[in-house]
């Protein structure tokens, strides 16, 4: 086999890009009309995403042994956990933007491919640094431990809704183009002749005159992906250091993030459903970045000073499938009260 320089032969790689550009077009075809995403189809979805992580972790686990298969299960269960508060988050957005249920799973999906272009960029840099020397695992645990610090803070005030109108994205794409305020089907831009289309509708006419010149006019979808690409943005600084704490080969890091990432569309769905249930969940989201934060601390210590320990990727995956349980059981046992 023709070893690569990640440390992976081509044979890896290639098997990884074709699964990941496979799933992608599936997605795309199953989701391309404007229908709502049932609970039971969604269920049936996230269920067939789990089985294609795990037949490439099969495929890991054949070819390249236990150790590296253990190391791409932790870091997509765990991009999966932290990918609940993101999630979260999104609700929010498409709350604040009144965006209809049969609209959401097609702004979902482009943040997906926003997602995975983000976190290609993230995952090259995150990996690059660590080049520089063991030091700069304090650096990622600092700020993995400053951002659980922030989801503690958040959690008393997420009852209270946030105002996206003041959001940068949002300010930003509204001085590119003028916006028209309604919806128009799933469309993201409108020309000037479906501007004055809508126009010309009797409940359209207090907008008339109020809407600057332009070639092309945002509707609120364009608005809410551009707060969603942003947010995602942001996100991707929490994930990449947490997943490169389980291991610092791209590939493994990547791939991990990729296969956990194309199964949020439909893994949305369930949360949207199910988020009364699962109150407890983004505490335990929580503690899975302080246990990373102290994992990448001891690790730094172990190799810069002799003093530390190196948590093995199978331990890893126990103890954050240990604290996601505890948060579904206490989600059960203490539940939202009314």
Not at 52 to 69: K, P, Q, S, T
Not at 116 to 145: C, K
Not at 224 to 239: G, H, Q, W
Request: aromatic share 14%.
């Amino acid at each position: 086999m023709i070893q690569h320089s990640l440390g992976f032969p081509i044979e890896t790689m290639l098997v990884f890009i074709g699964l990941a550009l496979a799933a992608i077009i599936i997605d795309l075809y199953a989701h391309h009309s404007d229908k709502s995403i049932s609970l039971n189809n969604a269920i049936i979805w996230s269920v067939f995403w789990v089985i294609v992580a795990l037949a490439f972790a099969l495929f890991l686990y054949i070819h390249h042994g236990r150790e590296v298969a253990s190391l791409f299960i932790t870091g997509y269960v765990l991009e999966k956990a932290l990918s609940v508060d993101n999630l979260f988050v999104i609700m929010a957005i498409f709350s604040w933007f009144s965006v209809p249920n049969n609209y959401r799973h097609r702004l979902l999906y482009w943040g997906v491919i926003g997602a995975i272009i983000f976190r290609a960029i993230f995952v090259i840099l995150g990996t690059g640094l660590l080049y520089l020397g063991p030091w700069m695992e304090f650096v990622f645990s600092i700020l993995v431990a400053c951002t659980g610090v922030m989801m503690l803070r958040n959690q008393d005030n997420e009852q209270n809704i946030k105002d996206y109108s003041n959001h940068f994205a949002f300010r930003i794409a509204k001085r590119i183009f003028p916006s028209y305020p309604k919806i128009v089907g799933h469309r993201f831009l409108l020309s000037q002749k479906q501007l004055d289309a809508e126009l010309t509708k009797p409940e359209n006419s207090n907008l008339v005159g109020k809407i600057p010149k332009s070639f092309f006019y945002a509707t609120p979808l364009f608005l809410c992906i551009v707060v969603i690409e942003l947010s995602d943005v942001m996100f991707a600084f929490d994930s990449v250091p947490a997943v490169i704490a389980v291991s610092q080969e791209p590939l493994i890091v990547y791939s991990a993030m990729i296969f956990a990432i194309l199964g949020l569309r439909t893994m949305y769905f369930i949360l949207q459903a199910m988020k009364q249930y699962l109150v407890h969940i983004g505490k335990a989201v929580t503690c899975l970045l302080f246990f990373i934060a102290g994992k990448l601390a001891l690790n730094a210590s172990n190799h810069l000073f002799g003093y530390g320990i190196d948590i093995d990727a199978t331990t890893s995956l126990y103890i954050i499938l240990g604290i996601l349980a505890l948060g579904v059981i206490a989600s059960i046992i203490w539940p939202e009260k009314d």
